[in-house]
């Protein structure tokens, strides 16, 4: 059974800064690009970063880019967001997710089969 746990949200102030970790168990976390959504009051979950299987390749979306930063690491079964720069418009429930299919790099939400509970991030101006 895969599961994944987000930590790290929380209340900061605009052009502050957060990092989310997500840990996940219960397949070879190194065979599986992971990416972050986000979803707002209102809106759809849109994608926010992911990042490939070995660490290497990265996507991030138009709105955070140059501020947010996907890392992981593979020998801890991690997974890192920071986010930097934080506007208002950020603020969202974030969530971690794992590619269904191995290796690769994915960009679209139906990529991704494994979530966790999300945690909320709150960025007041």
């Known amino acids: 059974q895969v599961q994944l746990v987000e930590s790290g949200g929380g209340l900061v102030q605009a052009g502050g800064s957060l990092r989310l970790s997500c840990l996940v168990s219960g397949r070879t976390f190194s065979n599986y690009a992971m990416g972050w959504f986000r979803q707002a009051p209102g809106k759809e979950r849109e994608i926010v970063a992911a990042?490939?299987?070995?660490?290497?390749?990265?996507y991030y979306g138009d709105s955070v880019k140059g501020r947010f930063t996907v890392s992981r690491d593979n020998a801890k079964n991690t997974v890192y967001l920071q986010m930097n720069r934080l506007k208002p418009e950020d603020t969202a429930v974030y969530s971690c997710?794992?590619?269904?299919?191995?290796?690769?790099?994915?960009?679209?939400?139906?990529?991704?089969?494994?979530w966790g509970q999300g945690t909320q991030v709150t960025v007041s101006s």
């Open positions: 990042v490939s299987w070995t660490g290497s390749n990265t």
């Open positions: 997710a794992q590619r269904t299919a191995p290796y690769g790099l994915g960009y679209h939400i139906h990529d991704f089969g494994f």
